[in-house]
């Protein structure tokens, strides 16, 4: 028989909690890793062969740390089921802050990936991958936009999903790289950046599904 709306409120409450904690512990680590960065720029660390390049020009770093954080953070709360229909103001409110943070760390990312040198462990692989993605991004944030000017709302639901995928990789990427760390040792130019991809290509892949998927019918017991 078809659940009360009762019975109904409990599964939506969950849902509304659980999915941004659950992107929001995806992205915890990359936010984290990020934060760390900005105190050692602001605090004058030591520098490092493997931080140089970031003293040396420390503003598309800054950027793109604080765009990300804001962008993965802000945005798992646009998953939330019943924030668009209980507070669409909010949700509209949200957007405008999300698209052009989404933005700032996507260009930064693909400006850091031309223009700083390259670590020992970046190969040709690695960079070709984060200009595909990055590119990817940017494409999905604008779209997301004009389809929105536009008041296509199923178009635009469906770019912003593909543009959070493609921003929250850095946070799969710890799920698909530790594993191998921990079991085969340090990751090569070509297992980095085979693990980069397949973490991006998990995130489009579910971002596709939930895009695709029917609308869920009446809840049944």
């Known amino acids: 028989m ?44 030591e520098v490092t062969p493997e931080n140089a390049r970031f003293f040396a020009s420390p503003v598309p770093v800054v950027v793109h740390i604080v765009g990300v954080s804001l962008f993965s953070v802000l945005g798992a709360f646009q998953f939330a089921p019943g924030l668009r229909r209980r507070r669409p103001g909010l949700h509209r409110v949200a957007g405008r802050v999300l698209v052009p943070s989404g933005l700032a760390a996507a260009l930064s990312g693909l400006w850091m990936t031309v223009f700083y040198p390259r670590p020992d462990d970046v190969g040709d692989l690695v960079t070709a991958f984060r200009l595909v993605f990055g590119s990817a991004m940017v494409v999905s944030l604008v779209l997301g936009y004009t389809t929105i000017r536009r008041r296509a709302f199923a178009r635009h639901r469906a770019w912003m999903i593909r543009g959070y995928a493609i921003g929250l990789g850095a946070g799969t990427q710890v799920l698909t790289q530790l594993p191998w760390m921990l079991l085969v040792g340090p990751l090569g130019t070509v297992s980095k950046g085979v693990l980069m991809a397949l973490a991006w290509v998990i995130n489009v892949a579910v971002a596709e599904w939930i895009i695709r998927r029917r609308p869920a019918g009446p809840v049944r017991t």
């Open 2 to 45: 078809t659940s009360s709306p009762s019975m109904q409120r409990p599964v939506h409450a969950r849902a509304n909690r659980l999915i941004p904690a659950g992107l929001i512990a995806l992205s915890f680590v990359p936010v984290v890793a990020g934060m760390v960065r900005v105190t050692e720029l602001a605090g004058g660390a």
